[in-house]
């Protein structure tokens, strides 16, 4: 029997831990009792120390670095519980890997993220739990149901109390997307914190290393802060920042 809701066990990998229990802990429950070890060959073996026959079972694992290793986590473990016959099975991933290579760029590139989405599917996941995916469009990519979480409320809620409006002129900050594909992001955020917006031009040569080549907007004597939703290298948020200040004029860059 299926008890959605009723009868929930959360169980987490190598990747997040902390996460989990801290998850478990607002929820009032016990993380559940596993074992994700690694062979001598790099092999995942995942052991399951209870019964979750019928249970609504949650899996907390974010695809983050090392990526591969995490991944395979995840799609063992979802497959344990599986064969475990738990009632429903969510994988909570709040950091999803491989969503930047959501579209063929160029002539023969991978569309990765649609591959993990099957490979989630495959190991009989029913649900997916993520946040601010690189791309809202890839909760498509996914057979099954996608809940997409957004930080946004998070970031409007402590802008809002740093830079209160009865204390601080809006007219003189600005939120910045630091390419053009953080547009609509930064420009949802700036409606909430009642912001103006501006875009740095930005041109990659080649992976991980990004050249900036202007700031569309005025930001000059302004306070700008820059609203991205992933951080790698952080090149483009390092470049962005020093074209708002040499470039653009900005007072200061949060």
């Known amino acids: 029997m299926n008890l959605h809701g009723k009868d929930i066990k959360i169980f987490t990998a190598n990747s997040n831990p902390k996460v989990a229990a801290e998850i478990a802990q607002n929820l009032g429950l016990p993380v559940g009792q596993s074992e994700v070890v690694t062979f001598s060959d790099g092999e995942v073996s995942v052991s399951i120390q209870e019964s979750v026959r019928g ?9 983050s670095s090392p990526v591969n290793d995490h991944l395979m986590e995840l799609l063992i473990m979802i497959d344990a519980f599986k064969r475990a016959s738990a009632g429903r099975i969510t994988a909570v991933i709040p950091y999803m890997g491989y969503a930047r290579q959501d579209r063929k760029a160029k002539a023969r590139d991978p569309i990765s993220a ?62 910045v997307a ?61 470049n962005a920042a020093n074209a708002l200040v040499e470039v653009g004029g900005a007072k200061e860059v949060y």
């Open 114 to 175: 649609k591959l993990v989405a099957d490979l989630i599917t495959a190991a009989g996941a029913d649900r997916v739990l993520s946040m601010d995916l690189h791309c809202p469009q890839i909760q498509g990519f996914f057979d099954i149901p996608v809940d997409h979480l957004l930080g946004n409320p998070t970031f409007v809620k402590y802008y809002l109390e740093k830079f209160p409006e009865e204390t601080y002129n809006h007219d003189e900050f600005v939120v």
């Open 55 to 63: 249970s609504d079972v949650f899996v907390v694992q974010s695809t």
């Open 178 to 238: 630091p390419d053009v594909g953080s547009v609509a992001r930064a420009r949802a955020f700036a409606t909430k914190v009642h912001m103006g917006l501006a875009i740095v031009d930005k041109r990659r040569q080649k992976a991980n290393v990004c050249e900036v080549m202007n700031v569309i907007g005025d930001v000059k004597g302004k306070t700008c802060i820059l609203y991205d939703d992933m951080v790698d290298t952080a090149g483009s948020l390092c």
